[in-house]
């Protein structure tokens, strides 16, 4: 059991219950085949309208690409995540292939959806299933579900997709063009093979990657700094990691023209409140369903997904106290003992240091190619 996407070939895949029964483990193998992203397309019958459409669904996936600390896998090669939400462009009602295969609704929840249903940030209307950006599907499935008056677990697993749907898509504006996004890549590439972070875990490798590298950057030479510098943003930003990926942007600024500037970085600040919309969306769902339990009694992984989640909305005192609740919670599933130990670490030297977590000292930068 692993995060969201579980590797399963051949039949259709429910990604739906994700964090609250699998917590994480991750098995990364080296030298393992790559089971591509495959897509089947299936015919389906909206369950608020009746109109009948064609949609893609996921036949087959991996999560090799490492997990991120608030359990979302990352898959190698296409993200499965873009293609799960299915949306009835004719009406918005939105959901997972088995929403789409139950019974028509009655008259009353049909009224709901069509007076409720929006698209989110005034986007135009979508002209097939696939016409709205992933996250904006996710956007729909939640109010969806609302109306439908679906589980609260249901309703946490579509926004934290919501919020993984943003960080999937969120590669910044790149006003400098192709060869400095290539540059960035292959100098990442280049000091991963040098510096070779420990673990098996390829997200937290590219994070641990990104961390070393930020003191260094200042040493980077001038012709080569733009390059390094949006490396590690892209590494950040790829891993959710907004408040480091946010304030090495003042490295950018005075590498680039001020227009420049403003582009990349006004990109970065919409996906980045988009992804944080969607993750206090989550963290209140979270939050409500302790109060149908009992009040922080609720199992270890959500008690640590809710301080991780704190975290990444810059809530460090409040993070601190649900990780050490889910430290102190019983039956902590293998691998999340270490994540809460590791995270509750970084969140206390954040609250004293008033800075982004440890870094080891600067040392001379190698040359660049
Ligand atoms: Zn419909």
């Known amino acids: 059991m692993s995060g969201a996407?579980?590797?399963r070939e051949g039949d259709d895949m429910r990604h739906y219950l994700t964090i609250l029964t699998a917590a994480l483990a991750i098995v990364l193998i080296a030298g393992m085949p790559t089971a591509a992203t495959t897509i089947a397309d299936v015919k389906l019958r909206c369950p608020a309208c009746g109109h009948k459409f064609k949609a893609g669904v996921i036949a087959s996936t991996n999560n090799f690409g490492g997990q991120d600390r608030?359990?979302?896998?990352h898959a190698s090669g296409f993200p499965p995540i873009l293609i799960y939400p299915i949306t009835c462009r004719r009406c918005l009602y939105s959901g997972y292939r088995d929403d789409f295969e139950i019974d028509e609704l009655d008259d009353e929840t049909r009224a709901l959806l069509r007076s409720r249903l929006?698209?989110?940030?005034?986007?135009?209307?979508?002209?097939d299933s696939t016409g709205l950006p992933a996250w904006a599907r996710y956007d729909l499935i939640i109010l969806s579900a609302e109306i439908r008056g679906l589980s609260l677990d249901y309703l946490i697993d579509a926004a934290l997709c919501a919020s993984w749907a943003v960080r999937e898509d969120a590669a910044p504006a790149q006003p400098w063009g192709d060869h400095y996004w290539n540059c960035a890549v292959n100098y990442?590439?280049?000091m991963m093979k040098e510096l070779s972070p420990e673990g098996q875990n390829r997200a937290l490798r590219d994070v641990a990657l990104a961390r070393q590298l930020v003191p260094r950057l200042q040493s980077v030479p001038n012709g080569s700094r733009l390059c390094a510098t949006l490396g590690v943003i892209i590494l950040l930003r790829k891993h959710g990691e907004l408040t480091e990926a946010m304030d090495l942007c003042r490295l950018v600024e005075p590498l680039v023209s001020h227009e420049d500037f403003m582009q990349f970085s006004d990109s970065m600040r919409v996906s980045n409140e988009r992804e944080r919309r969607y993750q206090q969306?989550?963290?209140?769902y979270i939050e409500k369903s302790f109060g149908e339990i009992a009040p922080f009694e609720g199992p270890a992984g959500r008690l640590y997904l809710a301080g991780e989640l704190c975290r990444r909305l810059e809530r460090y005192d409040q993070a601190l106290q649900y990780?050490?609740?889910?430290?102190?919670?019983?039956?902590?599933?293998?691998?999340?003992?270490?994540?809460?130990?590791e995270q509750q670490a970084l969140v206390t030297n954040i609250l004293h240091k008033g800075t982004t977590p440890d870094e080891p000292p600067p040392k001379d930068h190698p040359p660049l190619d």
Do not use: C, H
């Open 5 to 7: 996407l579980t590797i």
């Open 70 to 73: 608030d359990f979302y896998s």
């Open 118 to 127: 929006t698209l989110p940030e005034n986007l135009p209307p979508p002209d």
């Open 188 to 190: 990442t590439d280049s």
């Open 281 to 284: 969306i989550a963290l209140t």
């Open 323 to 341: 990780f050490r609740q889910a430290a102190q919670a019983t039956a902590i599933p293998e691998g999340l003992d270490e994540w809460i130990v």
